[in-house]
Antibody, heavy 122, light 107 residues
């Protein structure tokens, strides 16, 4: 069974960075794109971008370009998302999700990780 | 960016009622439209992909239709376990965008 397990909740001060991990199991890790979506309290889901874990290519939403970095460790079947220069508006639950279709980011998202709450507060 | 709107923002219905949610895209997205269910404190779950395809394992009371800019999502017989917020999402153009969600409750 396909599973994505994310790292635990984080509390950070404004200006700091946070790195969230997404550990995959139950499928060939390098065959699928991992995408990142966040949800601020009471807000709609917001797509952040993706990483093709096979070749390392990334695509970022323009909103997050330059402040967000996606990486992966294929030996550990784990993807990472790092957000720098955190501000209070970055307080949200961050989700990783796998593309449903092989080798493309243009795909429905299924399954999703359980989410990681990142709180930015002084 | 493609703007996604949903209607209604919330609804309250009785068990076994038929419930319909609509989703509109600001431009033609063909059938590149998905529907997700999100229960409180949980991650979203894919229910319908490509506008009308039922994800494996999802009960057949859920269905979707539409293409272009106008889409709908239906629960044919509402069950207590369907209490959740439902989101549409387009994946035709980057950045992918979600609707604001429709909160479904039991009357």
């Amino acid at each position: 069974q396909v599973h994505l397990v994310q790292s635990g909740a984080e509390v950070k001060k404004p200006g700091a960075s946070v790195k969230v991990s997404c550990s995959a199991s139950g499928y060939i890790f390098t065959d699928y794109v991992i995408q990142w979506v966040r949800q601020a309290p009471g807000q709609r889901l917001e797509w952040m971008g993706w990483i093709n874990v096979g070749n390392g290519n990334t695509k970022y939403s323009q909103k997050f370009q330059g402040r967000v970095t996606f990486t992966r460790d294929t030996s550990a079947s784990t993807a990472y998302m790092e957000v720098s220069s955190l501000r209070s508006e970055d307080t949200a639950v961050y989700y990783c999700a796998r593309s449903q279709n092989v080798l493309t980011g243009y795909s429905p998202l299924d399954p999703w990780g359980q989410g990681t709450l990142v709180t930015v507060s002084s | 960016d493609i703007q996604m709107t949903q209607s209604p923002s919330s609804l309250s219905a009785s068990v076994r009622d038929r419930v319909t949610i609509t989703c509109q895209a600001s431009q033609d997205i063909s059938n590149h439209l998905n529907w997700y269910q999100q229960k409180p404190g949980k991650a979203p779950k894919l229910l319908i992909y490509d506008a009308s395809n039922l994800e494996t394992g999802v009960p057949s009371r859920f269905s979707g239709s539409g293409s272009g800019t106008d889409f709908s999502f239906t629960i044919s017989s509402l069950q207590p376990e369907d209490i959740a917020t439902y989101y549409c999402q387009q994946y035709d153009n980057l950045p992918f965008t979600f609707g604001p969600g429709t909160k479904v409750d039991i009357k």
